[in-house]
């Protein structure tokens, strides 16, 4: 983990609902767009949608509506770091996608698990872990430069 201060920060919390994601992707193209390279933009955009769709789909299935998730961005001079918080059950990422991996089919026919292989191969850095507050982060780092 890099210590250093970001050149930003942002926060956004929504509702478990799919319709939000609208809010999500006119969000982060109006406070991360600006500050990013332009041919980063799409994987940005692309990684930040499959973790919001991933914790409304899944973490959140059983949970109501009304319960939030929280998306935090800070970008810094030389990486993005996103944070993705749900309230569901601990899901063991590096296990899911040691499986997906090993397989010997294409990510891209896999309807359900697709958005894992994204996340991985457009991150520099990607890790879920569960918090002493009995939250989920979601983790993902994408290098600038």
Sequence with gaps: MKDEQPIA???????????????????????????IPQDLWWQC???VNEGFTNAVRHAHQNLPPETPID?????FADY???????????FNLESKLRSILQE???PLDREGERGLVFM???????????TDDRSNCLVMRKNLT
């Design 9 to 35: 920060e942002f926060d956004l919390q929504v509702t478990t609902d799919l319709n939000a994601l609208t809010q999500v992707s006119e969000w982060l193209e109006n406070i991360v767009l600006p500050l």
């Design 45 to 47: 955009s692309l990684i």
């Design 71 to 75: 998306i935090d961005v800070k970008v």
């Design 80 to 90: 993005l770091e996103i944070r993705i918080w749900d309230k569901g059950q601990p």
């Design 104 to 106: 010997q089919r294409d």
């Design 120 to 130: 991985y191969k457009l991150t520099d850095e990607l890790h879920y872990t569960r």
